[in-house]
């Protein structure tokens, strides 16, 4: 109908675009793709300009094939991807350093602002002026963890959003022989903890637990934030605290593991099962370090060497649970058997294993899946008596364990080697050796250290 207001409108930016028909005209308006840029408006890539096209079939003053030419449509401004997936990673103490960019095909000018979200106040940005902002941080060693600020900007109307993830990482830190320095500390006593390490655990399983709990709590003694790789002492145990055995190497991760100095211990658990741990740093292979990237065998450097390479395991050279020993005694029908064995040809687990059936009285490999410090009798202790496998000197326990540096002669094995006298606590070692009064877990050549494996990098 001539003078009518047709019955659409556009919406653009600013303005509701109102078409009147031409006085007098009638006949049949052609809009050419209107419905296609309204549906896309929100995110058309570019200003544009719909053209609306009137084919009219009119009388005086109308023209066919007007062209109406509504106001421009905006854009929002567009970032430029940083890289694939916007990811930065870097280890703590390193700076970080990138520039963001943004265009706007309107010409207008633009600014950045961003929500931090978790970013420390280290953390900042400058913006540039030009379309662009540079970031910086000062990263320090209590940063680990993954940050994900989103930056925006803004051409006064419309803006746009980029998330950026910023991933900080500790330095390589994962495998160290707990010191006798850090198992004093942490037990009070001067002689350690003995063949309990629950650590203040409770119930099923709390030897195991309180002993992963000593690995991480040393770790984070060394290397602050380093509680987070998750960290396994690598001990074996009867009851896993569900009923089950576990096997120290199947608890440990699956590699690589690296010292408090980033040195490549080994790369997978098969470079684990050799006398010495194969395919790493071979400086480090035959005097294992401790949480600070020390040689276990002399902590300080002002002092001697010391005799403290007992490491307990409750494992076999294979890393799998030792079998208990047995203190039925002489003439019984599980050391008479045992004998026959080893007369045999068969290793000494295996005759322990063979013949538990006939053991009255079996003594854990593992000081009662480690929750007992029993075994102080004050007796003097033959070394070549302490060898027995079912003497077991009042103690409740006789727990096995490997050399965290290579005894000159040849005896290596790191994960099994002899079984100690007790579970008593001792720790107090000099260059000879310490007291052998007491069946302990240092008897002789060590303090009741244990290896540590985490299970990040």
Known sequence: ??????????????????????????????????????????????????????????????????????????????FSDLNEGNLIEAEVGEPIEFQLSATDIDGDALAFSWDRANLPPAANYVDNDDGSCLFSWETSINDAGIY????????????????????????????????????????????????????????????????????????????????????RAFLSVHDDGNGYPMNAIDRIGDGPWYDRLGRLVAPNKLDLLHPRPQNGDPTIKNDLPNEWGVPNRQPDPNEPPQLNHHTLTGSRTDGTLYPSSCKDGEDSIFLNSYNDCIEAGLSREECLEFNAVYCI?????????????????????????????????????????????????????????????????????????????????????????????????
Not at 64 to 73: V, W
Not at 193 to 199: Q, S, V
């Open 1 to 78: 109908m001539a003078g009518s207001l047709l019955d659409f409108a556009i919406l653009s930016k600013n303005t509701i675009l109102p078409l009147v028909a031409v006085g007098g005209c009638t006949g049949t308006y052609k809009i050419d793709n209107l419905g296609t840029h309204l549906n896309n408006f929100a995110r058309m890539p570019r200003k544009g300009m719909i053209q609306i096209i009137i084919a009219l079939a009119c009388l005086v003053g109308c023209h066919p094939q007007d062209d109406i030419h509504p106001p421009y449509i905006g854009t929002a401004p567009i």
């Open 148 to 231: 994900t600020p989103i930056f925006t900007i803004s051409d006064g109307e419309l803006t746009a959003n980029l998330t950026i993830t910023i991933t900080i990482v500790l330095p390589h830190f994962s495998f160290f022989v707990t010191s006798l320095a850090s198992m004093q500390k942490l037990s009070g006593s001067l002689d350690g903890f003995g063949g309990d390490l629950r650590y203040g655990e409770t119930g099923a399983g709390a030897g195991l637990r309180g002993a992963d709990k000593i690995c991480m709590e040393i770790a984070e003694l060394s290397m602050t934030g380093a509680a987070v790789k998750e960290w």
């Open 361 to 457: 009285e079996p003594v854990s490999s593992t000081c009662s899946d480690w929750t007992t410090a029993d075994g102080d009798n004050g007796e003097m202790i033959d070394y070549n008596e302490a060898q027995d496998p079912w003497a077991t000197f009042g103690s409740s326990g006789r727990p096995r364990f490997g050399l965290s540096w290579r005894r000159e002669g040849g005896i290596q094995e790191w994960l099994s080697i002899f079984s100690a006298v007790g579970c008593a606590p001792g720790g107090v070692i000099t260059p000879s050796g310490r007291n052998r009064n007491i069946p302990s877990v240092g008897y002789i050549d060590g303090y009741g250290g244990i290896y540590c494996f985490g299970l990040k990098p």
